[in-house]
């Protein structure tokens, strides 16, 4: 059964409460059994008569809701402990925190703002006074154009803990993000580049992994403009190769041109079989095992 809290005026818990609900312990009329639910049973903690704030021992009420013919003759537990404290209310600055970045190749503005820049705080004294900022927190992480998010708030304490048993007002924010392709960033697939061969009786199957399968360019623009739309590994030598293998490898820039992040490798994974061929043979004998030679 849920726990009722009649609480004075201009006050609030100041700690939410371990357990919001007890065990009542009814006896009712056999008519009435089935007619009773959970709902019909009202426990009340009344601390109306406190007037400061302060930890209080309260013991629980209880009733069972008319017109049943029902009456609650145990609680368990029968008492709560509760922190009261006054309610207060001040203005907290909203702070936009990216917790993920755009993919490589993309940015946003430094000064990112949402609809509201401050917000209402609402709670006890104690709980109020631990909020040191509210966080509007973007995951940006899959983002390649401008975004509109509605993002809900966090209470932040001093330390980075996530501030609790506070109301906001408004609990949530709209953020527009204006993403945009960085003008000195580019994105360019790899392929391999192959030389020598498997001896004879081998061959390439084909790539099973190329990891990563593109890399991110800055530097020259002139330099990466003349590229075909590419960007080549360091040649990975197949001669006496007769099986499967994992090389890592750089890859093969021009000059002014380099990755992002720097001396980015590439891991390449080549399927080598051996070949399989076919031959027809005629006028082959066949032998007949297994049977009883006298049937």
């Given at each position: ?10 006050y ?5 409460l ?8 009814v ?27 302060g ?6 009420q209880?009733?069972v809701a ?7 003759v145990a ?28 993919p490589?190749?993309y ?9 509201f ?9 104690e ?7 509210v ?6 992480a ?14 932040v ?8 048993d506070?109301?906001?007002?408004p609990?949530?924010?709209t953020?527009?993000?204006d ?6 960033i580019f994105?360019?697939p790899?392929?391999p ?15 099973s992994a190329?990891e ?8 020259d ?10 960007v080549?590994?360091?040649p ?12 890592e ?5 021009p000059?002014g ?21 076919t031959?027809q ?7 007949v095992t ?5 049937q």
């Open positions: 059964v849920q726990v009722r809290l009649e609480l004075p005026e201009g609030v818990l100041a700690r939410a371990d357990t919001a609900s007890v065990t009542a312990v006896r009712a009329e056999r008519s009435q059994w089935d007619l009773l639910t959970a709902s019909d049973i009202l426990v009340t903690a009344n601390l109306r008569s406190f007037k400061e704030p930890e209080y021992r309260v013991e629980l209880a009733e008319s017109p049943l013919h029902a009456r609650v609680l368990r537990p029968s008492t709560l402990t509760l922190s009261i404290d006054r309610e207060v209310e001040r203005r907290v600055a909203v702070q936009v925190v990216v917790t993920r970045d755009p490589l190749g940015t946003y503005p430094a000064d990112l703002a949402c609809d820049s401050e917000v209402v705080i609402r709670g006890s004294a709980r109020v006074r631990e909020v040191a900022r966080e509007a927190r973007l995951n940006l899959d983002e390649l154009n401008p975004v509109t998010k509605i993002v809900s708030l966090t209470p304490q001093e330390d980075g803990v996530r501030a609790r506070v109301e906001m007002e609990s949530s924010v953020c527009l993000v993403i945009q392709p960085r003008e000195d994105q360019m790899v392929q580049k192959i030389v020598g061969n498997p001896p004879p009786g081998y061959n390439v199957v084909r790539y190329i990563p399968d593109t890399v991110v360019l800055t530097g623009l002139a330099a990466i403009r003349e590229m075909p739309g590419l080549r590994t360091a990975i030598d197949l001669t006496n190769r007769t099986e499967t293998f994992t090389t490898v750089t890859v093969d820039l000059a041109v380099t990755t992002v992040p720097e001396n980015q490798t590439v891991k390449v994974t080549i399927v080598i079989e051996p070949q399989i061929s031959r043979f005629e006028d082959v004998p066949v032998e297994g049977l009883d030679p006298t």
